[in-house]
């Protein structure tokens, strides 16, 4: 057998070997020779590693891309959550997700993917457990990701920022983490968190703003149609309790009305 490395720089990335059936097949005389094929195929094969690293990063886009546009056109909260950790979680690895919906007038966060009680994973089931849920004063980090997009080692993250939501977190083996806002037009309403357990995000800021792209367009679908229901809910009930209260002419009656019809409503 002859054999040599295949470098690139001062790299060495692979191995070249010859190997004959016939005894002292080779000889140091053509070390010269087999050193020279190694340079040609090092910079050979490191063309081809290349160019498949390429076609796969654009295959993985295309399928990122093409998960990304139907997430756009999801108007159901539930359904949108269960997509992040069906489909987009396959084209864009992580292990914990977090997305969020700011109201700026109250200074108030949500985080949907709580709030719809998708058990994704078992660290949701600690958030739900911990009654995380429902419209929650807005976190110092929260204005911070809105503003831009972090990037960070899970122990830079819990020194640059803590609060007592992020105890169910610490109990989970994560190393990285990426979030970045929401934007509709010039307002952003909301925030997309993704935790790792291994692989940095590093290399993935350029994918991980157009999932957030896409993204927006979801969640303002959804804040849209959620109006759109409890508007159309809050005109029933006025409704039906209109036409409760119209035809009664008697104070016992109208009583009866106000404590069974509209207070479960009206508290």
């Known amino acids: 057998m002859i054999g040599g490395p295949l470098t690139k720089g001062d790299k060495k990335f692979g191995m070249l070997c010859f190997t004959s059936l016939k005894e002292d097949f080779y000889k140091e005389s053509d070390l010269g020779l087999f050193n020279a094929f190694c340079e040609q195929l090092s910079v050979a094969v490191s063309n081809v590693l290349a160019n498949e690293q390429l076609l796969e990063e654009k295959?993985?886009?295309?399928?990122?891309?093409a998960v990304t546009e139907s997430i756009a056109n999801i108007t159901n909260g539930p359904e949108l959550v269960k997509a992040i950790f069906e489909k987009?979680?396959?084209?864009?690895?992580?292990?914990?997700a977090g997305l969020f919906h700011l109201d700026w007038e109250n200074e108030t966060e949500r985080d949907l993917i709580v709030d719809y009680v998708y058990e994704a994973t078992e660290a949701n089931k600690n958030i739900q457990d911990a009654a995380i849920t429902g419209w929650l004063p807005m976190t110092n980090l929260?204005?911070?990701?809105?503003?831009?997009?972090?990037?960070?080692?899970?122990?830079?993250?819990?020194?640059?920022?803590d609060h007592p939501h992020f105890e169910f977190t610490k109990k989970v083996p994560f190393t990285h983490i990426i979030a970045g806002p929401l934007i509709q037009g010039k307002q952003v309403i909301g925030l997309l968190y993704f935790w790792s357990k291994g692989k940095s995000f590093e290399s993935k800021i350029a994918l991980f703003k157009s999932i957030t792209d896409q993204m927006s367009v979801a969640l303002s679908n959804i804040v849209a149609n959620e109006q759109l229901i409890e508007e159309k809910q809050f005109k029933e009930t006025l409704l039906s309790v209109s036409e409760a209260i119209a035809s009664i002419q008697d104070r016992q009656k109208l009583f009866k009305v106000i404590f069974e019809r509209i207070k479960p409503i009206f508290p």
């Open 59 to 65: 295959r993985k886009t295309e399928d990122l891309l």
């Open 88 to 96: 987009l979680q396959k084209v864009f690895p992580f292990d914990e």
């Open 142 to 161: 929260s204005k911070k990701v809105s503003k831009e997009i972090l990037v960070l080692p899970i122990d830079e993250f819990y020194k640059r920022f």
